[in-house]
């Protein structure tokens, strides 16, 4: 048997760093206080002004790839998750290929918002655990989503934040990937995104009159605001049942940092404490498909994760996409 194994972890977080404080001069109003209590947002770090979004994965990337002492050209395949490619077309990936020379690798995109990098992390494993041809993958969730924020949108200016989180796969023979779970709640595509720029809403003088001058993400329905808290539970149930585990199994959980508070409430109903998970929405704000890779790098630093203990990831972003997966950990 195949399987794929977690080598090494790495992120990339832009230097610039805008507080709620900033965010209130931008706005001209409060939002430190509400943002803290009910989101738990302190600060966000924006990319600069020259970078792109296969910079933030490069530098990811690089940080991933040193820690599991591989190089460029041992890459057989790249799969970089985001919502904020650098184009439309071609692949983020391949740029991200060029810029670090790893000339015999595979490339391609995913997007399913931010559930991307967790679904990913899925395709990527069953990759290696199907052909012997892929031996060392690198798994890269990107986020550059300030690009399209309205800075007089309450609603997204104090959320979003950009950065990268990168893992490198290989393959073993020591189960360490152990299944996932995905799911959509697509009557939903219509509530948040980016809606204009595609074949349904193409760039126009018009279209873009409608989001301040360019493609911004936007709020435009609500959805329940017990979404994750009732389906969190249900894909990690369903996931560990598969393996004949329990939640009291899971050493270590890593959900979409979107809000502490969701996490807080899911960490209840799985009747777990808040010790077995991390969070890091404080201090980098919300980076979409780059949040889950970026905390597990920082719990790994930070020594919550040691080598035998079973990881549950957990996300969930527009469309409504959701994705689950179990790793066991064996870096």
């Not at 209840?268 to 790098?297: F, N, R």
Request: proline share 3%; charged share 20%.
């Amino acid at each position: 048997m195949r399987y794929a194994n977690i080598l090494a972890t790495g992120r990339y977080v832009p230097e610039k760093v805008l507080t709620n404080a900033d965010v209130e001069k931008i706005l001209g109003e409060k939002v430190d206080e509400w943002l803290q209590q009910n989101v738990g947002i302190k600060e966000r770090h924006l990319m600069a002004e020259g970078e792109v979004t296969s910079d933030l994965c490069v530098g990811a990337a690089k940080q991933a790839m040193e820690r599991a002492g591989v190089k460029a050209e041992e890459l057989d395949l790249i799969i970089i998750a985001t919502d904020t490619p650098d184009y439309l077309s071609p692949a983020t990936s391949s740029v991200v290929q060029a810029k670090l020379g790893a000339t015999n690798a595979g490339t391609y995109d995913i997007n399913c918002a931010c559930a991307g990098w967790v679904t990913a992390m899925d395709v990527a494993s069953k990759t290696i655990a199907a052909d012997d041809s892929y031996h060392r993958v690198l798994v890269v969730g990107a986020y550059g989503m300030t690009r399209y924020v309205n800075w007089k949108d309450k609603k997204t200016c104090t959320l979003f934040a950009d950065g990268a989180g990168a893992v490198v796969l290989g393959a073993s023979d020591q189960p360490g990937f152990m299944g996932a779970k995905l799911l959509a709640v697509g009557e939903y595509h219509d509530a948040l995104g980016i809606y204009t720029g595609g074949t349904s809403r193409p760039a126009t003088a018009e279209t873009l009159e409608l989001t301040n001058g360019k493609p911004s993400v936007q709020f435009v329905r609500k959805f329940p605001a017990t979404f994750n808290t009732e389906r969190w539970p249900m894909l990690l149930r369903q996931l560990l049942e598969r393996s004949k585990l329990t939640m009291n199994d899971v050493n270590q959980f890593v959900f979409t940092q979107l809000n502490l508070r969701t996490i807080e409430a899911t960490m209840q109903v799985l009747e777990q404490p808040m010790s077995k998970t991390h969070w890091t929405m404080d201090k980098w704000g919300y980076t979409g498909s780059a949040c889950i890779p970026m905390t597990l790098d920082d719990a790994v630093v930070q020594g919550k994760v040691k080598k035998g203990d079973l990881v549950a990831l957990c996300a969930s972003g527009g469309g409504l996409a959701m994705a689950s997966a179990l790793f066991r950990w064996t870096a």
